[in-house]
């Protein structure tokens, strides 16, 4: 991936899932959906029915020890449908979710969230994370690695692009 022009590897697995058409471009990689496998399509369905929400894509991290990590983000890339919520399913271990108030504005909105201090999410096997609008345009999120943890954890976030 590249962070500041730069091309370093992705400090975990990913893939990306969707209906025909949904791509997604971030930290210059550029995903064309894997069709949805039957246990996956099932995820869907039911978060759909539970949520009330329609969810047409789908990133899968797979975090292989405590070394793989994500750094800080916010899920606003221009093709992610804003005012849509991010369904986050945890599986395997327990790995910590940071948050903390976006460091300047964006698209010219002030962050709400500007002074407030960072959260922490313990994220347990079985969690579900529902990530609201507007919360990426005032948070950014990471997962910070946790080097002396083993074992795998495989987190699922549900989205919507704009197609
Ligand atoms: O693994 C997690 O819980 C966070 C994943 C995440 O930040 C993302 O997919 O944007």
């Known amino acids: 991936m590249r962070v500041y022009g730069r091309l370093h590897p992705v400090p975990r697995l990913v893939c990306w899932y969707g209906d025909p058409g949904c791509s997604y471009r971030y930290s210059g990689l550029s995903h064309d959906p894997l069709p949805w496998t039957a246990p996956l399509e099932g995820l869907r369905e039911q978060l759909a029915q539970r949520l009330g929400w329609s969810f047409n894509s789908l990133l899968l991290n797979r975090y292989r020890s405590g070394a793989d990590r994500m750094g800080w983000h916010a899920d606003d890339e221009p093709e992610l449908a804003a005012d849509h919520q991010i369904a986050s399913l945890s ?14 504005a964006v698209r010219g909105v002030p962050s709400l969230a500007s002074g407030h201090p960072p959260l922490a999410l313990d994220l347990a096997d079985g969690d579900l994370l529902l990530m609201e609008p507007p919360t990426q345009a005032h948070w950014q999120h990471a997962l910070p690695a946790r080097l002396r943890q083993g074992g795998e954890r495989f987190n699922l976030t549900f989205r919507r692009i704009e197609t």
């Open 91 to 104: 599986l395997g271990v327990m790995r910590t979710l940071r948050f903390r108030p976006r460091p300047a």
